[in-house]
């Protein structure tokens, strides 16, 4: 499987296909947003990546609706719509968590710490687990379907819940640097903490134990 397979699902896909404006909105989260919020993390601009988070959240509400109103909803969307937000939500709550130690919090010992770290391997794993079942499926890997008890690529409930949690976690965490103030850090742990049941159903619920 190559890597241009894991990005869009297919083997090939032309430019005329992406240059539809869901499908740039989708890819706008990860080239566009991803860096800026960093960077402005990484500058200490905590409030402006706060906004950048929202504003790319709210790009997986619009690329939907076009697509949806337009009649424009493909395979090759779908699939990218969700895959690519692996690209977006995880590696910036990972940047902020491995960031505790700039938060002065009223309680963080050692085992509070590792815990976050284990419930972050766990999204992880998980999202790319994820990942994996809609390239199965992109493919109608006839082995794979036996246990899948979903034929489309396109987000379900738990996976849209998942989302929404990341970014109100995403942006509490960067609340919570850029003001200093402990309610809103603890907010986004909060947020943090029920993405995991939410990833884990997320994945259960598209699979089963064969009949047979």
Known sequence: MTIYQLLFGVKKVTWREMRTVPNLLTLSRPVIFLPLVLVLHILGHDLWAMVGVIAGASTDYLDGWLARRGGGATAIGKYIDTAWDKLFYPPILCVLLLDLDRVQLSFSPEWFRNFLLIA??????????LWLTRIMLMHEVVWYRRFCDCVSVAAKRPG????????FSASFLLLGLGTGMDWPFWLGLFWFLTVIPLIIWSFVSRHKWPDD
Do not use: G, S
């Open 120 to 129: 972050l391997t766990v999204m992880l794993v998980f999202e790319f687990a």
């Open 160 to 167: 849209k819940l998942k989302v929404w949690a990341q970014t």
